[in-house]
């Protein structure tokens, strides 16, 4: 290996890298305030990806079917724990405005604005308009009826929604890749290595979400809201902060995160119906590294996970997701090693 091929080996390391950090971020996050390990992360990727090529075919997206049929049952789930309450009239209309008037007025806007002739900044917005709520009705259904249940429990479930998605992405997009077109042409040359424009968008917009997240952690309500309650739900509780908004909120978040990362990287990669899985396992992956429990070390191990990928791919290319995933082995040896157990909340 020359120098060429070890620089164009990190490039590719750390691209993939900023996007599995995202992922690590989102389930950190999702577990440390919901204490649901969500393996249905990667399908939201695969989701925002599709949704894209989809507008950009000139074609309605069936994550819009699924975004109605979403919303009519958490419509019905919410009203029949409404009705028949006094003074809940303002919570009526919010159920109805988000769960069944947002869908419908969506579905008519996609309708009548031909997104396949829309700019791809216009595209982008719908694609993640479409899947993004996605994420907090998945909570509403799945999850929060089994907020207080044991962490097993919550992962049988996020496995069974893993695979309720799988199949459904089959059914909307069907077993063919798509990729789309890059959102710029051109590259940057640093002396003897040369950066696709696509990879700066990465890398650009990886960093300004991660900013943009710190910010949001760091200095509004909503965000210290989301941290009370990873640090002790029932302490939050007690001072008025709604543990079932800050699951929704989180879940919000981590289908904002994999939509998005989904759009950035349909351009570099041909994306499957069930390609998502893979990219998500390697963010879990990041997110062991971190305990998850630390951000920062949660992106770090998602970097290192990357450039181990992208080594392997050339030292050892038919072992390469396995040298990445045993890499969870001495992480979780040593994490039992140094970690005192501690009995889970009630």
């Known amino acids: 290996m020359d120098l060429q091929i070890a620089l164009l080996l990190g490039q590719d390391g750390i691209t993939n890298g900023a996007i599995y950090a995202l992922l690590s971020l989102a389930l950190v996050l999702v577990f440390a305030v919901t204490r649901v390990i969500f393996i249905p992360q990667g399908e939201f990727v695969a989701f925002g990806a ?7 075919a000139g074609k309605v997206p069936g994550t819009l079917w699924l975004l109605i049929g979403a919303g009519i049952a958490v419509a019905v789930v919410d009203l029949r724990a409404v009705l028949g309450r006094s003074r809940q009239r303002r919570r009526i209309f919010s159920i109805l405005g988000w769960n069944l008037v947002y869908p419908v007025v969506l579905a008519i806007l996609i309708h009548l604005a031909k997104p396949g002739e829309l700019p791809l900044a216009a595209q982008v917005i719908l694609a993640l308009a479409l899947v993004v709520p996605l994420g907090p009705m998945t909570y509403r259904l799945a999850f929060q009826p089994l907020a ?67 910010f949001f952690f760091e200095r509004t309500i909503y965000g210290k809201a989301l941290r009370a309650t990873a640090m002790n739900r029932t302490g939050a509780r007690l001072m008025g902060i709604s543990t079932v908004m800050a699951g929704k909120l989180s879940f919000l978040l981590a289908s904002l995160i994999g939509a998005f990362s989904g759009v ?27 305990a998850l429990s630390s951000y920062p070390l949660a992106a770090l191990g998602a970097l290192l996970v990357g450039l181990l990928e992208a080594f392997s791919s050339f030292w050892a290319s038919a072992f390469k997701e396995v040298i990445v995933f045993t890499l969870i082995i001495p992480v979780l040896v040593w994490l039992s090693l140094t970690t005192h157990q501690v009995e889970e909340e009630e």
């Open 50 to 56: 599709l949704t894209l090529a989809s507008f950009q």
């Open 148 to 214: 207080e249940a044991s962490v097993l429990v919550l992962l049988i479930v996020a496995v069974g929604v893993h695979f309720a998605l799988v199949g459904l992405g089959l059914l909307f997009f069907g077993a063919e890749g798509s990729r789309t077109p890059a959102f710029s042409d051109g590259s940057l040359t640093l002396g003897s290595l040369t950066v696709g424009a696509q990879t700066l968008w990465v890398l650009g917009s990886s960093l300004t979400l991660i900013v943009v997240l710190a």
């Open 264 to 290: 950035l990287i349909a351009p570099i990669t041909t994306v499957y119906y069930d390609t998502g899985f893979l990219i998500g396992l390697k963010g879990f992956v990041g997110a062991i590294v971190g």
